[in-house]
C-alpha cells in the first residue's frame, strides 16, 4: 500500500459543485501538506497543517478549505469549483521540526467543466 | 514573497549528453531541496542540502547549493533515458516550515 493515498485518483465537475479531495497517510507524519500542479507554474502551496488542531494558509488558499480529521487524515475542499482551479493537486506529508523531504500522494487530477 | 525560479524551463538532450538545471531564490535559504517527477508521477524526493557551498553526489548527479545560499544546480553527467521528468528545487528561509518550489525544468532524453 502507497505510503500517501490520495482518492480520487481522477475526478471531472461542473462549475459551482462542491468538492472534497482526501489524503490518507501511513507514515505517522505530523505535517500535511496540499500543493496544486499547473503547467509552468510548478507546485503552489494550498494549505498547510502541522498537527490536528494547527492549519495554515499557503500561497494560493482562497477559494479552498481543508479538513485535519486525524494525524493521518488530511481532506481538501473547493467550496464552489470553478474552471481555473482545474489542475492536479498533491497532498504531502513531512516529519518533525527538520524536513527530511516530502513524501507525496499520487495526485489527484481535477477537471472544472 | 519568496520566489523561486528554475531554468531552463525545457531541455532537451541526445542520451550520453550532460544537463544541468539552475534554480535562484529571491531571498536567501535556509536549505533547499530537489525532487525529481517522472512524466505522469508524483514529485520524489532527491537530496537536500544545508551548508553554504555544498556539493553531493548522488551517482551521475551532481548537487550545489551557493555560496550565498540562494541558488543551486543540478548536473546530469552523460544522461540515460530513465533520467527524463521534471525537477524541481524547492526552497525554505530561515524560521519557516514550509517549502517554495521552483517552476521545474522539464528533461526530455532522445535515444
Known amino acids: 500500500d502507497a505510503d500517501v493515498t490520495q482518492t480520487p485518483r481522477n475526478r471531472i465537475t461542473k462549475t459551482g459543485k462542491r468538492i472534497m479531495l482526501e489524503c490518507s497517510q501511513t507514515k505517522g507524519h505530523d505535517r500535511m501538506y496540499w500543493y496544486r500542479q499547473d503547467p509552468g507554474l510548478g507546485l503552489r502551496l494550498i494549505y498547510y497543517s502541522f498537527d490536528v488542531k494547527d492549519i495554515n494558509k499557503g500561497e494560493i488558499s482562497d477559494g479552498y478549505s481543508v479538513s485535519r480529521q486525524a494525524q493521518a487524515k488530511f481532506s481538501l475542499s473547493l467550496e464552489s469549483a470553478i474552471p481555473n482551479q482545474t489542475a492536479l493537486y498533491f497532498c504531502?506529508?513531512?516529519?518533525?521540526?527538520?524536513?527530511?523531504?516530502?513524501?507525496f500522494g499520487s495526485g489527484t487530477r481535477l477537471t472544472v467543466v | 514573497g519568496q520566489q523561486v525560479m528554475q531554468i531552463p524551463q525545457y531541455q532537451h538532450v541526445q542520451e550520453g549528453e550532460d544537463f544541468t538545471t539552475y534554480c535562484n531564490s529571491s531571498?536567501?535559504?535556509?536549505?533547499i531541496q530537489w525532487y525529481k517527477q517522472r512524466p505522469g508521477g508524483h514529485p520524489v524526493f532527491l537530496i537536500q542540502?544545508?551548508?553554504?557551498?555544498e556539493v553531493k553526489k548522488q551517482k551521475r548527479l551532481t548537487f550545489q547549493f551557493g555560496e550565498a545560499k540562494k541558488n543551486s544546480s543540478l548536473h546530469i553527467t552523460a544522461t540515460q533515458t530513465t533520467d527524463v521528468g521534471t525537477y524541481f528545487c524547492a526552497g525554505a528561509t530561515s524560521g519557516t516550515y514550509k517549502y517554495i518550489f521552483g517552476t521545474g525544468t522539464r528533461l526530455k532524453v532522445l535515444a
Open positions: 531571498t536567501t535559504l535556509s536549505n
Open positions: 504531502a506529508t513531512s516529519e518533525g521540526t527538520r524536513n527530511y523531504g516530502y513524501t
Open positions: 542540502l544545508v551548508k553554504s557551498g
